[in-house]
């Protein structure tokens, strides 16, 4: 009987041992993440909203970012023993995971330069669940913080409204994207994003005008507002059209106006009377319908 009772226990712990040995690791083993909660616990909080807290899915935890931290938190806290990357330093973490941005922006935006950083822009620990791509405000806002003349364009009588049917900033820029009108947004036939609303001009056109041949949408138009109706360059429609039709430049990009188009007149100071399809015709050369 002492033998089998024996028998028995060596039995049943040989078979506790086996199952302990096929547990999971990230069971037997605690996130180092969760030590970070004791003392983060606001962050922690946000944290848990964000895309960047998706643990099943290969998100990041804080050690992803930040190391284990054993010395930080063996010191009582010391901030100078726990890595927390900002500029370049930042810049190169985040590269990591977001591979397809770096190569844009670090060498073609205006945003890539020493003041500029990805959290400039986003929170990476998120400030609200609700909160797009991790911006650390509205986008609109966060644009108008660093470029308050452009902002300010917006506020002209003609022109574009924000957030009037969902216009963004980031509706007609790429914020990773070059510097200039290279920071504008294509669309996969490489048209600029004032097609993607205004598809009407977009042609093809027997007889085209500007657009893809001497110039683009803004030689003629001040995109984000404009004091001059349809958001014009100039406050004359003969200004505008002089500029390209005449020889003032020294050279031109258009027939002259004919000599019996006295532009002192006033019938002839309004090309788009008789001009009327300014962007392009299928029908006639002059663009006269």
């Not at 958001?231 to 500029?243: F, G, I, K, N, Y």
């Amino acid at each position: 009987m002492k033998q089998l009772i024996t028998s028995l226990l060596v039995g049943a712990t040989a078979t506790a041992l086996m199952v302990l040995s096929s547990a999971p690791a990230a069971a037997q083993a605690s996130d180092p993440s969760e030590d970070c909660t004791m003392c983060h616990e606001e962050i922690a909080a946000d944290f848990q909203h964000t895309v960047h807290a998706i643990k099943e899915r290969g998100g990041p935890s804080c050690v992803t970012c930040h190391g284990t931290g054993s010395g930080h938190m063996e010191e009582g806290g010391d901030p100078t023993l726990i890595r927390n990357p900002t500029g370049r330093d930042g810049e190169e973490l985040c590269r990591t995971c977001h591979q397809n941005l770096a190569p844009v922006f670090s060498n073609h935006s205006a945003h890539a330069d020493a003041s500029v950083w990805c959290d400039t822009c986003h929170k990476e620990h998120g400030q609200s669940p609700r909160a797009p791509q991790l911006l650390a405000m509205d986008a609109n806002d966060l644009c108008a913080d660093c470029h308050p003349s452009a902002a300010g364009s917006f506020n002209r009588p003609y022109g574009h409204s924000l957030d009037l049917g969902g216009m963004q900033c980031v509706s007609c820029h790429n914020p990773h994207g070059g510097s200039g009108r290279q920071s504008l947004q294509v669309d996969r036939s490489g048209e600029s994003p004032c097609l993607t609303c205004h598809s009407e001009k977009i042609g093809p056109f027997v007889f085209p005008h500007v657009a893809g041949v001497a110039g683009d949408c803004m030689s003629c138009h001040q995109p984000h507002g404009s004091s001059n109706p349809m958001a014009l360059t100039r406050s004359r429609v003969d200004q505008l059209c002089l500029e390209c039709h005449s020889l003032i430049e020294g050279s031109t990009f258009g027939s002259q106006p004919p000599s019996f188009h006295d532009i002192r007149r006033p019938r002839y100071s309004n090309c788009t009377t008789c001009h009327v399809a300014i962007h392009g015709s299928n029908a006639s050369p002059l663009l006269l319908k």
